[in-house]
């Protein structure tokens, strides 16, 4: 049975239901056929047993929704509720409606159990309550009657606060257009009163409204007209707080939570961890993609590679557009000497190889004369074969070499056609190669595959590094010691300046 079966639309509800015989007998095959589920509750009122009824019903452009209504039959009491028969949405909402119509007042309503209504031309905020299916006048309805049962009392009590709950009572029901007041002693019919629904849809309202619906769990709705470029309906969507996810009950209480840390930190420290965490803590940073601007989350993890030193793996995957990038950065201190790793490839074995290759890391193929400078693809680990293939792949995508937007004479991209034949050739080792990674901070790694002894097919180097190449890392500027001692240099400093101008 699909979904569709179990929530169909509310309008095929009601033609069932008017379809079906409204005094028929309570037998099986009946009950089995009814819109509605009946069951007997207990009414808080009078301690009797009423009708609890349920209907489960989908809204268009919304989603499926239980309708649940109750009623006793020794009282009087009546209710009615609405709950989400979904999740709670990655995000909450927010509805803006501007009533200036009549017809705005038919607009359909899902209010949520955590979704809050506020009247900014009132300055009436309702605080989360039951759930409730209407539409706008229900609302405004409700509310001058939830905010007109106190005011004889009120009148006495606090005559101040009366006046400023009556201004608001008088400013909806001239919103709603009634000519006189409903009177629950007197008895009225409701058709004494001129209701909205009876005067036209189209002459605007005696007084114009914004009713904004905020809704953190993302389970209410405000109809709109026609499409969502409707201009008086406005639609967002935000990322909740920490609060509000308490409220919701996806984060434990403050105090739970502050309990739990201050624990966790406790064990860490106890057990020597420390600030640097251990090796299986993977972090989370909140970002904003750079393709779609919608926020993403970067994950970073401290991994430790055998016989070299401290990296931190940073990924990050964007579930709206499917954007991913990757990048490798030091975890230590920044090395004495560089060094330069040469390794002879002779085999598909060879190709197979980790490889950690920092944004510092020159790389070099000799028999090819391939050449990448230091920055080229970022921080990248993979392996041997991994790093050649992406090579390629950046080389034949995005050199333009045919088409109207090559700017090669045909001798260059006869010439470079043979290097990417060479290059493919190498990365499925067809033939021997010599690999060279350079790294003025010695933060790139070749696996050692006869470790912890030496590689007869590996030379690592290690060299001072030049004064240009600590210029260009910025090392030159660098000052990590004798801070103080700095005040008292400036003056020799400035004169050495002097005479070097001179």
Known sequence: MTQNQFFPAIGQLAQSADAGPGNAPDTGTQDDDRPLEEVQ?????????????????????????????????????????????????DEGVLYTLKVLHRADLDRQIVRSEACTVEIPDFELQLPPARGQLTTVEGLLRDIVADLSSDQPVRRILDEAAYTKIQQIIDGIKEVLGDEREVEDEAGEEAGQVSSATEKNKEDPVKKAITIKLDDPSGNSFVEFLGSISDPKWTFKTYARNAEQNRVLGLLPPEEASTEQESTSEEKKEADGEGAEGTNEDIYEFMG?????????????????????????IMSTNCEHCGYRDNEVKSGA???????????????????SRDILKSETCGLTIPEIDLALQPGTLGGRFTTVEGILEQVYEELSEKVYTVGDSSTMVDE???????????LKEITNAEKPFTLILDDPLANSYLQNLYAPDPDPNMEIVTYERTWQQNEDLGLNDMKVENYTAEDANEPGEEKRLEEVTT
Request: with cysteine; net charge positive; hydrophobic share 35%.
């Open 41 to 89: 509750s207990l009414c808080m009122q009078c301690g009797e047993q009423g009708i609890t009824r349920m209907m489960l019903t989908s809204i268009p452009y919304f989603k499926e929704v239980i309708v649940m209504s109750f009623r006793c039959e020794h009282c009087g009491s009546a209710n009615n509720e609405i709950q989400s028969a979904g999740t709670i949405k």
């Open 288 to 312: 904003v993609c750079s393709r779609c601007a919608r926020p993403l989350v970067t994950r970073m993890k401290k991994v430790s590679i055998p016989y070299f030193k401290d990296t931190l």
């Open 333 to 351: 201190a920044i090395s004495e000497k560089g060094k330069r790793i040469t390794l002879k490839i002779e085999d598909r074995e060879d190709l």
């Open 412 to 422: 260059d991209r006869r010439k470079f056609q043979d290097f990417l034949k060479q």
